[in-house]
Structure formats: structure tokens, C-alpha cells
């Protein structure tokens, strides 16, 4: 039989595996319109030598390289970048008041003014090519408007003015191999345009001039990409309120005597990017915590809703800890400054952010693939369109060549519209128009925003509600879990043990002198037991013995020399290593302890065992719920602890696990190989792991997602893929439920990306033209075209609506 394993006395955390030699290097990009741009931006960085992983972002319009270090020139990245036609900078500020993303919000602002004013130009052109496409509304006030070389005027207004930039970006495209959606664009505009001015030049062709098509194509591609741009500045919303957390300015205290705190004389207002560690800060009512630090004088309500998501406000008091961004509301205090710049919890929780929304879903990938060569594609569509009709299929359904549509007429004295109710059209500009309508309608857009908006949004709200979620490939991974698996001791219980008996077993040793033996020895250690008995001994007034040599074994226990006495604390194997007598006695009291939940502690002293000490941790409040909501959603929670099996089955009957779902007496050198068997056994399950993020790196490591509760550790940081910044087992709820309904809506917008081209594009070729007369024009297939970037990201933004939460119900239950 044994004790109970000290199995967490050592912190054997480690964190995740890094690259060596390696260096993260990002540039703002600018210039990509479509998931075709984000393949050859990757190309084109991906060929510097040196450089072994890139990964670009349509959304956030910035580029990750991984390269080795000192091998690569980040400005020669950016200067090849912008040579190719995306003009790129390195990203190197990273004080609050300069952040990259302000420059990067105002070179978009600008975007969005200069796209606006094209969409105001194109919008009237439109209006005016509109009146004069549909017969004679107003020609009777402004004839004009029916003269076909009016409409020659507009539609030329139209391709230099708003449409310069897009004709110019698609020729580029064109010249570097790389050609996009501008390329298609323009090449459809140019047609119709040079189709139209050929009819219009040389009439005696009998061809049709459709001015009109230009116009309408430009104007629906503008106020697709103004609605575009507006929606996802609406997606980044959450993430720049996150960045607006950072304070600008610190009340520095120059003399922190204690006489001296409230003079005016002795404060100074500096940038909060100046502030050292070690230094101490006034922080008055209404001002925002400028970094990470302890209270040392005063006392206050914190608001840190704005990290954790908790409206509650929190009282603080001296040596309490304050964040960094959160809310002084009700009284001044002085902080001595504990973590400062890049080191403060708002700092790193906007580095993961960041880190988040550039990586890519694995579902991505094949988006991403076909959009490499998706303009080439198309390309080959059009043209093979163009010769079937051509060639074979006004030959073949020959009805299709009549229309009772509008005829530009010319002639001698007269060039006006006017309706024709069966009108022959020619086989050359049918087949023109149906490879035009193929070149505008298809949308490589929607396919490089499926995922990135999607992202964007998720992560962003996440971080608003304290859920960190650590990119696309975490969310789809949390789409496929099947089992949960929470760590015991400071993840279900609160961590924060009491003592609750203390059995002596020698003659010759009191309570007192037991507890006495056993902080000394605990005195070593920072474990939450170690914590509970030297708690106890202080409750008790007891003065703590001097303790030297020592050791601990990591499952087993610890030892240290007390005034001259050897003395152990740990499990029955920690003293038959030992050698030490254990008697049958002991053994069922032991046991008896254990099959109530407590923890128990053996103490040796000299070789002989003098006492028990039973330690009991209690539930969290919240843990119930959060195991029984996991169980609503379908998925297997399990317990994982290093305590014996009576122990961890005392936690489990409260929280109704069952006996199977049980993994205990699991020390923490063990805890990753047990994740690992879950994973590769008989049925292979896909594993969270619910943590602390302390002792259990390891684990949180190795399972497919490992979920840490908050400690304020660096360790949690890393280590995790889903970070709970408000410490609350509910919120394990929550981040599956987002991670879920934003994975959902990736596979919603790649679906319908997908499915709109695979529509849009045999429409627009004509396959309905024959049996229904039905074809998609240039025209409309330019606001198809926009529809649909803008339905993909709208999608995104609807998840701003899903509250991920806990019912009501289950709460009180």
C-alpha cells in the first residue's frame, strides 16, 4: 500500500521546443487583394536563402518569417517585396503609442479614403451609364444621355480615373509571373472596352457596344472592395481595443519614503515605456495600471475586465499583484513596478494575439494551393469559353445568337440605343462577352479571407473575454477533441490546501513537534502542500527549526537534516527506499484518510516513522459545472493526478466521474507519456489537457491541446495553446465553444468560397445559355463577383454575436 505521492513537490516544467538558431522577422505587407497575392508574396520570401518558414496573412496583411539567424536582411525582404509590387516595412517599434498595427490602421485608412473617393466617381459614372442602359429614363430632360458617344466618354472617365490603380496592379502582376485578381479584372475591362470602341469606330461590323459593362464592372468591384475594407476593420476591432489597453504615460515616484509619497514635488509624469523594474508609481483614480507591479501603499478597486472578461471589480490591497492596462476606480496607490515593456501580461497577451492571427488552419492549406494557381486557371477558362462558343457552340444552338435585348444602333445622323425585340448578335462578341463574364466572376478573394477573418475575429473576441487561443491550427484541433483530461491538484481543487489531521505515531513526538519537522523540511519546497503545513505551523505560533542538506525526489518525497536529525516526508515508497518500517497499523489509518479525499504525508524521523499528516484541498466552485457542460458537448472527462487512487476517487465522486475515466498515482515525470497513451492507444483519442501550466508543461506539450488556467508564469505562456486568464473552469467551456463556432465558420466561408466559384463560373461560360437562355453578363458577374468577398467576411463578423457561456441553469446547478 501506498501514501500518497508528493508527485508535484518538484516544478519540472519545461517549456515547448524551440527551433535553434532561428529569428522571427515581420513585415507589414501591402498590396494583396487575394489569397493568389498571399501565394506569391510566400514565394517570393520563401526563395531567400536562409529563410525556412514563412507564413502570410491576407486579413492582418503581414508576413512571419522563421529564418536562421543573422543569415537573413529583414530590409532586403522588404525591399524585394516592394520591388514585386508589395510595398513592405519591417516591423520594428513595439512602444504602446507607436505600435506596428496603428501604422498599419492609418496606411488602411488611407487605402479606405482613396477607395472611397474611386467608389464616389464610379458610383456616378454608373448612375449615368445605368440611366442610358435602360432606355429613356431621363433622356427627355438630358438627351444627351442616350448618345452612344456619351457613354464612350464615360466608360474611357472610368477606366483612367477609378480604374487606373486596378489595371495598373493587374499589369504588374502580369509582368512579375504573379497574376491576380486585378490581373482578371483588367483584362475583362480592357475587352469589353476595345469590343466596344471596335463597334463603335467601325459600324459596318454589326457588332454591339456594351460601354456599359466596363462602367458597371469597375463600380461593382469598388463598392465590393469599399464593404470589403469596411467589414474587416470591423473583424480587427477587438484586437486594436486590445491595443488601446496600453497606457502611455506613468506617474514615476522619485523618492519612495514613506513621508514623501503624497508630495507633488516627488512625482514626475514619464512615458510608461521609460519604467524599470524595481521602480515605484503613483496610480491615481481613473488611471490605467501602467505595468505589471505590486502594491506597496494604499488601497483600490481594479477593474480588469478588459483582460480577464470579469465585470466584477477586484479589491486590491499592499502586496496584492496589478496588471498592466486594467482600471484604477476608487483610491490612490503606490506600485513597485514588477514586469515592464514586452514582460507585462498586456504585452505578452498582445504578442499572442498577434502570433494567433498568422496562423494558418490546416484547412487553409488547400485554399491556399488552389488560390496559387488560381488566376491561371481561370485564365485557361476563359479562353477555352471563347473558342467553344466560337467555334462550336453558336453552331451548334444557334438561338442563342438572338436577343430581345438593347442593340446599340449607329447611324449616319443618329447614334442611340434603341430596343430591338429579336436582335442577331455576332458569334464573336457572344463568345467575347461569356469569356469576359468568366474572367470577373471568379474570386480567389473569398478564398484567402475564409480563414484569416475568421481568425481574427475569434482570437479577438477571445482575448476580450480572457481566452487566449493561440491560432487557426489550435481551433482546428479543438474541433476534433474527444476527450478532456484536468489535471487534479490546482486545476479542479483550488490549490490551496489546508491541514486537517495530524496522527502522531512515536511516543516520544508531539503534534507540535511534528508540524515543526515537517515545515522545516517543507520550508525547501514551493508546493501548495508545503505551503498548507507551513501554514499550519504558523497558525499554530510554532518557530520553524533551521533546515540544511536538502533533496527531493520528484513522485516520492523529500529530506533535509533538521537540528541534527535525518528527516523524511513522502509515500511508502519514498520509505521503503528508505528502509523504513511501515506497520500494518499505520498502513489502514492511512488509508482510512485517503478514502476521505486527504492528501497524507508520512514523516520519518532517524529511520523511524514518527506520524501522518493529512492535507485536504478543496473544489473549486466552478469545477462541477465545467465537467458536467464538457459531458453535455460529447466529450470524455478524465482526472489525472499524482495522489493515490483513493484520493483522486473522492475528487472524482463529486464531480461524477467515473472510476474508469481515473488515472492517478501519475508522477509528473509520467503525466506526458500517460497524454501519449490516451493518444496512440486501441482507439486514439484526440486530448486536451487542462492544467495549471506549472508542473504540468509537459503534458499540456504533448496533447493535441493543452489548456493552462493563468499562474501568471511565463511556463503557462508557452507551453499552453489556450490560455484561461481568469482562472475559471467554466472558461474551459467557453474556449471550446468559441474554438468550435469560429472553426465552424472557417469551413462555412471555405465552403461557400469554394462553392460560389464552382457555380459562378460554369454560369458565367454559359451552361444555361442553350437549354434556359440564361447567362451571367460581365456586369453581374462583377457584383457576384464582390457579393461574394463581402458575404465571406460578413460571415466572419456574425461571430462577434455568439456568446460562448454557461446557461443559466447549469450555473446554479
Not at 578 to 597: D, P, S
Not at 672 to 701: C, Y
Request: hydrophobic share 45%.
Amino acid at each position: 500500500m501506498q501514501l500518497t505521492p508528493k508527485s508535484e513537490i518538484v516544478l519540472e516544467s519545461t517549456p515547448p521546443t524551440k527551433i535553434l538558431n532561428s529569428e522571427k522577422i515581420i513585415l507589414d505587407v501591402g498590396g494583396m487583394k487575394c489569397a493568389g497575392c498571399v501565394n506569391a508574396v510566400e514565394k517570393q520570401l520563401i526563395k531567400h536563402p536562409g529563410v525556412k518558414n514563412v507564413c502570410v496573412n491576407l486579413g492582418t496583411e503581414i508576413a512571419v518569417i522563421e529564418a536562421e539567424t543573422g543569415i537573413v536582411n529583414p530590409e532586403a525582404l522588404a525591399q524585394g517585396l516592394t520591388a514585386a509590387g508589395f510595398p513592405s516595412q519591417l516591423r520594428t517599434a513595439k512602444s504602446a503609442d507607436n505600435h506596428p498595427q496603428f501604422g498599419v490602421e492609418a496606411r488602411q485608412r488611407q487605402e479606405m479614403r482613396t477607395i472611397t473617393r474611386q467608389l464616389i466617381i464610379a458610383g456616378l459614372l454608373l448612375l449615368l451609364s445605368g440611366i442610358g442602359h435602360f432606355g429613356n429614363i431621363g433622356s427627355t430632360i438630358f438627351p444627351f444621355l442616350n448618345n452612344i458617344w456619351f457613354h464612350c466618354g464615360l466608360a474611357t472617365i472610368a477606366i483612367i480615373i477609378p480604374g487606373r490603380p486596378i489595371l495598373v496592379e493587374g499589369w504588374l502582376g502580369w509582368r512579375r509571373g504573379a497574376p491576380n485578381m486585378n490581373t482578371l479584372i483588367g483584362l475583362g475591362t480592357v475587352t469589353a472596352y476595345t469590343a466596344s470602341l471596335v463597334a463603335l469606330l467601325f459600324p459596318q461590323m454589326g457588332w454591339e457596344c456594351f460601354f456599359d459593362e466596363p462602367v458597371m464592372m469597375l463600380g461593382f468591384i469598388l463598392l465590393g472592395r469599399t464593404l470589403e475594407k469596411q467589414t474587416r476593420g470591423l473583424a480587427a476591432k477587438a484586437f486594436r481595443q486590445l491595443l488601446a489597453l496600453a497606457p502611455q504615460t506613468a506617474r514615476l515616484i522619485i523618492n519612495p519614503e514613506p513621508e514623501k509619497l503624497i508630495a507633488g514635488a516627488n512625482i514626475i509624469q514619464i512615458p510608461a515605456e521609460q519604467v524599470r523594474v524595481g521602480e515605484w508609481l503613483q496610480v491615481l483614480p481613473g488611471d490605467k495600471v501602467p505595468v505589471d507591479g505590486e502594491v506597496r501603499f494604499g488601497q483600490t478597486t481594479i477593474d480588469e475586465s478588459m483582460l480577464t472578461g470579469e465585470v466584477v471589480p477586484v479589491i486590491k490591497q499592499p502586496g496584492d499583484i496589478v496588471t498592466g492596462g486594467t482600471l484604477n476606480q476608487s483610491g490612490a496607490i503606490a506600485i513597485q513596478a514588477t514586469r515592464t515593456g514586452d514582460d507585462t501580461t498586456l504585452a505578452q497577451i498582445v504578442a499572442l494575439v498577434e502570433a494567433a492571427q498568422t496562423r494558418k488552419a490546416p484547412v487553409q492549406k488547400l485554399a491556399d494551393t488552389v488560390a496559387g494557381y488560381f488566376t491561371y486557371g481561370v485564365l485557361t477558362a476563359s479562353c477555352l469559353t471563347f473558342i467553344f462558343w466560337y467555334f462550336l457552340g453558336t453552331h451548334f444552338w444557334p438561338d442563342v445568337t438572338m436577343s430581345g435585348g438593347m442593340e446599340m444602333a449607329h447611324n449616319m445622323g443618329h447614334n442611340s440605343p434603341h430596343l430591338a425585340p429579336h436582335t442577331q448578335y455576332s458569334s464573336l462578341l457572344i463568345s467575347l462577352k461569356l469569356a469576359i463574364a468568366v474572367m470577373v466572376v471568379a474570386c480567389p478573394c473569398a478564398l484567402g479571407l475564409a480563414t484569416p477573418t475568421a481568425i481574427l475575429v475569434g482570437t479577438g473576441m477571445g482575448a476580450k473575454r480572457g481566452l487566449l487561443i493561440k491560432g487557426g491550427d489550435v481551433l482546428e484541433k479543438v474541433h476534433k477533441l474527444d476527450t478532456v483530461v484536468f489535471d487534479k491538484t490546482g486545476t479542479l481543487t483550488t490549490g490551496k490546501p489546508t491541514v486537517t489531521d495530524c496522527l502522531v505515531i512515536a511516543e516520544s513526538t508531539s503534534q507540535l513537534s511534528l508540524i515543526q519537522l515537517a515545515a522545516a523540511v517543507e520550508s525547501g519546497t514551493y508546493h501548495p502542500l508545503a505551503t498548507a503545513i507551513q501554514q499550519e505551523a504558523k497558525a499554530r505560533e510554532l518557530i520553524i527549526p533551521h533546515a540544511v542538506d536538502f533533496h527531493t525526489e520528484p513522485g516520492m518525497g523529500v529530506s533535509a537534516v533538521v537540528e541534527g536529525k535525518n528527516v523524511l516526508l513522502g509515500n511508502w515508497e519514498w520509505f521503503n527506499y528508505h528502509q523504513i518500517n511501515i506497520h500494518e497499523t499505520t498502513q489502514q489509518q492511512a488509508h482510512q484518510l485517503a478514502t476521505e479525499g486527504k492528501t497524507v504525508i508520512g514523516v520519518a524521523v532517524d529511520g523511524i516513522l514518527t506520524g501522518l499528516i493529512a492535507v485536504s484541498d478543496t473544489l473549486r466552485p466552478d469545477a462541477k459545472t465545467a465537467v458536467d457542460k464538457l459531458r453535455q458537448m460529447g466529450l470524455r472527462v478524465m482526472l489525472l493526478s499524482g495522489d493515490r487512487l483513493e484520493v483522486a476517487k473522492a475528487i472524482a465522486k463529486q464531480l461524477g466521474i467515473t472510476n474508469a475515466d481515473i488515472m492517478a498515482g501519475i508522477p509528473p515525470a509520467q503525466k506526458a507519456a500517460t497524454i501519449q497513451r490516451l493518444q496512440s492507444g486501441n482507439i486514439k483519442s484526440v486530448v486536451a489537457m487542462v492544467g495549471d501550466g506549472i508542473n504540468d508543461a509537459p503534458a499540456l506539450s504533448q496533447a493535441d491541446v493543452g489548456i493552462a488556467l493563468h499562474s501568471g508564469t511565463d511556463v503557462a505562456m508557452e507551453t499552453a495553446e489556450i490560455i484561461l486568464m481568469r482562472n475559471s473552469l467554466t472558461d474551459v467551456v467557453r474556449a471550446i465553444q468559441l474554438s468550435r463556432a469560429t472553426f465552424n465558420t472557417i469551413r462555412q466561408n471555405l465552403f461557400w468560397a469554394f462553392a460560389y466559384n464552382t457555380i459562378g463560373i460554369p454560369l458565367a461560360a454559359g451552361v444555361l445559355l442553350p437549354g434556359w437562355g440564361f447567362n451571367l453578363g460581365p456586369a453581374s458577374a462583377a457584383a457576384l463577383m464582390a457579393f461574394s468577398s463581402v458575404s465571406v467576411v460578413t460571415n466572419s463578423i456574425l461571430l462577434r454575436r455568439f456568446d460562448p457561456a454557461v446557461s443559466h441553469i447549469d450555473l446554479i446547478n
